[in-house]
């Protein structure tokens, strides 16, 4: 028997795009699962190596690395997915502008928060986190943020190109690196050494991915563009601020309480939890390779105004993504007590914040494809809201169980989970009731026009 959701991408209409969706599906499976183990595999080695409370240092370092990313990214990549996959065939030229503004702005803006990120580095680890000690560290993670920053857009341009074998090659000589990288910087200078290790990753990746764009710049003969008209700086404006706000309105909720967990209840909780939430990578697994399919498929049916369609694909995807997280996050939960002491003895009285961890992540699955169809109908305002309601939630729970320690965050993140599904079904069902609205006027004020044009 097959399921809805695989019916309705085995009828897309054109063989074409079902081998494309299978083949993006395929690498993008293979890309992720190859980058994940490795990452896996380094910090267990890491934890191994640092001990608990160490390790909670490195994890609160690397926390404020992505908090900084985060702007320094700027939206770029899914604007370069967007964009490029739209004019790489139709405007060739236009589609070697965007690239370049992608490239350009997010080198710029990666190297503008790094020299933000290095001068407010003893503030931060001083007033916030509580730990001097680690001001070299974070100035050295500034190194790590700018290609983070910049890797991000180098995806989301292959990505635009459907080059997920592409990424998948880089993702596979990332993984290579990583482990040798970030151990032997461990063994050589502690938590000083995991973040170089780290930083060495992000510019191999920077320089893989840069040899496949140039690769792919060819194929489509995209030429190289160096001066950027207008449009493509009203696109910083009117579709990468809003992606950057969007994903800006949670991420310094988690930095913070993160840092709240750090300084109020210690480092060797933050350990823990650091140990704890690598898992939710694992149990998202299949959940973002299914979810990274909705936004064109979505974005088709809304095209053609098919409301009923529409529904029923955002229900399946909804279905898709939560079982496949149950069916990893079950045995993951159940094998708690193994996992944690796999990072060594003094993690092992975590299991209780692992099992709440894969609670919170299988909420987090529901909800993947609530984003999906906020950016395919075009509701990016109400999309930041929500991630506003969300990082607010966060926190809030945070404050009231923080003092049960890495348990009382993982109990924040499922409280905030509840929330969040909550308020996203009563809003989808409104959403999808007002566009069914919209929809259905359009139609018919297009009818008589369309009749008038037969006649």
């Known amino acids: ?63 404020t690395i992505n908090l900084f990313a985060s702007v320094g990214q700027l939206g770029l990549g899914l604007t370069a997915t ?25 080198i710029a803006s990666g190297l503008l928060v790094a020299v933000v990120l290095c001068a407010a580095a003893r503030l931060i680890c001083g ?24 890797n991000g857009s180098q ?67 995209i030429p190289a563009k160096h001066r950027l008209g207008m449009d493509e700086v009203r696109l910083l404006y009117h579709f990468s601020l809003p992606v950057l706000i969007a994903g800006f309105s949670f ?31 694992v149990i998202l697994f299949f959940s973002s390779a299914i979810g990274s399919l909705g936004l064109p498929m979505l974005s088709n049916l809304a095209g053609e105004r098919n409301a009923s369609a529409y529904r029923r694909l955002l229900y399946w995807s909804a279905v898709a993504t939560t079982a496949s997280a149950v ?46 169809a906020i950016w395919s109908l075009g509701a990016a305002s109400w999309g930041m809201a929500l991630s506003f309601l969300r990082g607010a939630a966060l926190v809030a729970a945070a404050y009231a169980f923080i003092a049960h320690g890495a348990a009382g965050l993982a109990s924040a993140y499922v409280l905030t989970g509840v929330v969040q599904t909550a308020a996203q079904v009563f809003f989808m069902q409104w959403l999808l009731r007002r566009k069914s609205h919209e929809w259905e006027r359009k139609t018919a004020e297009e009818l008589p026009q369309e009749v008038a044009v037969i006649g």
């Open 82 to 106: 967007k964009h490029v996959a739209e004019f790489r065939s139709t405007d060739p030229d236009k589609a070697g502008r965007v690239i370049a503004l992608s490239q350009s702005t997010s």
């Open 327 to 372: 069916v990893l996050a079950a045995p993951i939960a159940l094998a708690s007590p193994h996992i944690m002491r796999a990072y060594g003895a003094a993690f092992g009285r975590g299991s209780a914040t692992l099992v709440l961890v894969c609670v919170a992540t299988v909420l987090s699955a529901a909800n993947i494809c609530v984003g999906q």
């Open 127 to 150: 007033r916030y986190l509580g730990a001097p000690s680690l001001t070299g560290a974070l100035r050295l993670g500034a190194l790590a943020m700018f290609f983070v920053a910049v």
């Open 155 to 221: 995806t989301g341009i292959l990505s635009g190109f459907e080059a997920f074998r592409q990424i998948a090659t880089a993702n596979f000589v990332r993984s290579v690196v990583t482990i040798p990288a970030v151990l032997a910087g461990v063994i050589w200078a502690g938590i000083d050494g995991a973040v170089g290790g780290y930083a060495l990753v992000g510019l191999v990746s920077y320089l893989t991915f840069g040899v496949l764009i140039r690769r792919e710049c060819r194929k489509w003969s």
């Open 1 to 63: 028997m097959r399921l809805p959701l695989l019916d309705l991408l085995w009828n897309a209409p054109g063989a074409s795009l079902k081998q494309r969706m299978a083949h993006g599906a395929f690498w993008s499976i293979v890309g992720a699962g190859v980058s994940q183990s490795a990452t896996l595999a380094a910090t267990v080695l890491c934890a191994r190596q640092l001990g608990v409370d160490n390790y909670g240092r490195l994890g609160i370092i690397l926390s």
């Open 251 to 281: 991420t310094p909720a988690v930095w913070w309480t993160n840092t709240l967990l750090a300084k109020r209840a210690g480092f060797v909780e933050s350990g823990l939890a650091t140990a704890a939430f690598q898992w939710q990578f």
